[in-house]
């Protein structure tokens, strides 16, 4: 059973940055990508970025295109999100995420508990 952990999460002011990370430990690593989403208070969970294990390709969600950034160290077994410029409506809970990308299909097998990510003005 892989479980993920993440951390850095925290109260920051508009354009201000933080550094999320998660690292995965236990369990025997099938997982070929890594993962952020987010939640925010009565909306639904929408993914940030991924980025696949062995290529390194990584992908950013529109939202946040050109400001958050994901990047991984396979060697720790950590995948990180840069987070600039934020916004109030960055306000969620991240959550990091592993699991397979097969023909063009994600399946996310697990789930880290999340991390609060709060941006005033």
């Known amino acids: 059973q892989v479980q993920l952990l993440e951390s850095g999460g925290g109260s920051v002011q508009v354009g201000g940055s933080l550094r999320l990370s998660c690292a995965a430990s236990?369990?025997?690593?099938?997982?070929?990508?890594l993962g952020w989403f987010r939640q925010a208070p009565g909306k639904e969970r929408e993914g940030v970025a991924h980025?696949?294990?062995?290529?390194?390709?990584?992908y950013s969600y529109p939202s946040v295109l050109g400001r958050f950034t994901i990047s991984q160290d396979n060697a720790k077994n950590t995948v990180f999100l840069r987070m600039n410029s934020l916004k109030p409506e960055d306000t969620a809970m991240y959550f990091c995420?592993?699991?397979?990308?097969?023909?063009?299909?994600?399946?996310?097998?697990?789930w880290g508990q999340g991390t609060q990510v709060t941006v005033s003005s």
């Open positions: 995420a592993a699991g397979l990308y097969d023909e063009g299909r994600f399946e996310w097998q697990y």
């Open positions: 236990g369990g025997t690593y099938r997982h070929n990508v």
């Open positions: 980025i696949f294990r062995d290529s390194g390709n990584r």
